[in-house]
């Protein structure tokens, strides 16, 4: 699943101390009046605070505004969500948080760095100091899980600080959140693509037969071997259900048997269930396993305890399905600490050669033994199944955020894309179809945009031949689909949801149905069962059900063309969408409680419409369609809520306009309220 959000502001603050000073562009054009209004009060609080918490660090004393800045901000945002959510999908008030602690954070270690008070011999203490403190300051978590993620990703940081060319100003901007966003020219990618794209919707689809083939995708099992039945399942921590509960506290904290909808991972016991019933009750012919074994304490994590969960369950996966094939690929968990890949380029004492090589050693006995050469290079492989059908598995942490080594080299997973494309490009003279396995969908927020443009380029131009995407990482039963750059619906993205329940998710698997000569998906079947109900009756296994069959509940024309159509459907249908919003959790009792309004809708359908996150046009032409749909009563009323915000921020603003701005510019917004603002922002965010 995708990081926590607070160990990469912490990681891209890190890395910019060293590269010089900070100073960010004017705002884009592109942004909404709020959004503007947003992105100049976070470079005026982000300026206010760094510079006043300098003065506290050499001090010892906080001055009034520093503290009601600070009060203001750990009040404001939503603690669990920002650690269980995407960026991408949290809130407009979350976002402002995220971006204004991560431009202070760059702020107060750049400065700290330049005046060479982090540059001695406790270099690594005095950093480590100044991160507990910042994680104190805006209430980032608890000081165990800082200080875990400060030592995991130090020596990682600490090289690229000492190596990097990269320009300090870029990094806030890569982050997923428009208040945030700069241009970053010197990240862009552009590879050269041999042959043809279509000129129109990819609109094939093979008729069902008797013949098709059944597959069963399985992911993101984050396998806790820690979780305690009955442990604190409401903690402070990012992960829960492994530490026993307080003396006296409610019951209702209790974990449950099966797992628990709050911050919680996967025991053992709910794994072999899981695999029990796919072995009793379904004849598959391979098994695609798209990544993330480890849980999510990423804090704490250790390359041997991450070794061994691998092993564990590559052996459990053997055992109850010993004769089928098995074709995975890496997730974000895997290495240690989490998130951090790297090629052979990188200094052997902070690599993971020992992760390829230790998933080469169990994957092997499914794969060719060409295959060892790119395992062992990059964590990625290619293997012909059959004459006519190829499957590709990549590792897409080239495209994650969160892998620091982005941020030392970038042209380094170039070299990944270009195999991508030869290998297609030799499948198309072959004559075969091609499976794509990838654990972070490219469409996802923390999937580095430049990297998702070529990808898709790809995509486009083998759409002919690539007949499947499969992929994990959101704990979303979903999908995604692919656009070319003239707006053609070329691949589907078939996103296989999650064994784990974190966070707020039943259990689930995946089956696929494929025509025998495209090997294209005609149906898929979700099966979970209800983690409320299982937890009820803990002598007993859960009672696994059959969800939903995809062409019963939505459409029979699976095709890249036929799930456009969809979407038109669903814009024009908003039932039609709410469906597909409670599959997409596996219908769990939080979010069915939670429901979906307007503004949950209108991200539902362009999370479905979008495969690079900073190119929505179709996202915007569907929520178009579906704002005609949808009641507009409640969006006059927000929007009259909106003016008078505005209206109020414009007075402020003036009242204010005589303080010492240097100037004007994003400073002179520095007295605005923080709640009016983030009233703004709550309300602008239902309209957007």
Request: aromatic letters at 10%; one cysteine or more.
């Amino acid at each position: 699943m995708k990081l926590i959000w607070s160990t990469a502001l912490w990681g891209i603050a890190l890395l910019l101390v060293g590269c010089g000073a900070f100073s960010l562009p004017n705002v884009p054009d592109t942004l909404s009046k709020e959004e503007r209004l947003a992105a100049l009060q976070s470079v005026s609080l982000a300026e206010e605070i760094s510079r006043d918490y300098l003065k506290y660090q050499s001090t010892g004393i906080q001055t009034d505004r520093l503290k009601e800045i600070g009060q203001d901000l750990r009040h404001s945002h939503s603690r669990k969500a920002i650690f269980t959510e995407s960026m991408a999908d949290l809130n407009a008030a979350d976002q402002f948080f995220v971006c204004t602690m991560c431009r202070s954070t760059i702020n107060v270690f750049v400065r700290t760095f330049t005046e060479g008070e982090l540059s001695g011999p406790q270099r690594e203490a005095e950093a480590k100091k100044l991160s507990l403190g910042l994680c104190d300051y805006f209430g980032i978590s608890t000081q165990e899980v800082c200080a875990g993620l400060f030592d995991l990703n130090w020596p990682i940081f600490d090289f690229i600080f000492n190596e990097t060319a990269a320009d300090s100003q870029s990094f806030c901007g890569m982050l997923p959140i428009a208040i945030c966003q700069v241009k970053q020219d010197e990240y862009n990618l552009t590879m050269t693509i041999q042959g043809d794209s279509p000129t129109e919707h990819n609109s094939e689809i093979p008729a069902r037969s008797s013949d098709d083939l059944l597959i069963l995708q399985i992911t993101d099992i984050h396998y806790d071997p820690e979780y305690a039945i009955g442990s604190n399942a409401d903690c402070d921590e990012p992960m829960c259900c492994r530490n026993a509960l307080a003396s006296g506290a409610d019951s209702s904290s209790a974990a449950g048997y099966w797992s628990d909808y709050r911050s919680c991972d996967t025991p053992i016991h709910l794994i072999h269930s899981a695999f029990q019933h796919v072995k009793d009750n379904h004849k598959i012919e391979w098994i695609y396993h798209t990544g993330d074994v480890p849980p999510h304490n990423v804090w704490s994590t250790t390359k041997q305890g991450n070794l061994d969960m691998l092993t564990e369950i590559d052996g459990l996966l053997a055992e109850y399905f010993p004769n089928t094939p098995i074709y995975p690929c890496l997730g974000n968990h895997e290495p240690h600490p989490t998130n951090v890949f790297g090629n052979d380029e990188i200094p052997t004492a902070l690599s993971v050669k020992w992760l390829y090589e230790h998933v080469w050693s169990l994957w092997s006995k499914w794969l060719p033994a060409e295959a060892e050469t790119t395992v062992l290079r990059g964590g990625y492989y290619t293997v012909s199944i059959s004459q006519d059908f190829r499957v590709i598995a990549l590792n897409s942490m080239d495209c994650y955020l969160y892998n620091w080594w982005l941020y030392y080299n970038a042209t380094l997973i170039q070299e990944q894309l270009q195999w991508f494309h030869d290998t297609l490009l030799l499948a198309e003279q072959s004559g075969q179809v091609v499976h794509v396995l990838t654990h972070i969908p490219a469409g996802d927020g923390d999937c580095w945009s430049s990297w998702s443009k070529e990808y898709n380029r790809i995509l486009t131009r083998f759409s002919g031949i690539v007949t499947g995407v499969f992929s994990g990482h959101t704990h979303k039963d979903e999908m995604n689909l692919h656009y070319s750059e003239e707006g053609y619906a070329t691949v589907v993205n078939w996103n296989g949801g999650s064994l784990t329940t974190y966070s707020d998710t039943n259990p689930n698997y995946r089956l696929y149905e494929l025509d025998p000569k495209r090997r294209q998906v005609v149906e898929h079947h979700t099966y979970t069962f209800n983690l409320t109900a299982a937890n009820e009756k803990p002598d007993e296994q859960p009672e696994w059900y059959l969800e939903y069959e995809f062409t019963k509940e939505f459409t029979e024309d699976t095709s890249p063309a036929g799930i456009d159509k969809l979407l038109v459907q669903m814009a024009e249908k908003p039932d039609l969408l709410r469906k597909f919003r409670q599959y997409k959790f596996t219908s769990s009792d939080p979010k069915i409680a939670e429901g979906c309004d307007d503004a949950c809708l209108s991200k539902t359908i362009c999370r479905i419409a979008t495969s690079n996150y900073q190119e929505r046009t179709r996202c915007k032409e569907l929520q178009a369609i579906l704002a005609e749909s949808v009641s507009t009563s409640e969006i006059l009323l927000v929007n009259t809520h909106l003016d008078g915000i505005f209206y109020k921020f414009q007075l402020e603003k003036e009242d204010n306009k005589d303080d010492d701005d240097q100037g004007g510019g994003a400073s002179g917004l520095k007295a605005i309220s923080l709640a009016s603002l983030l009233a703004l922002l709550t309300a602008s965010a239902i309209l957007h």
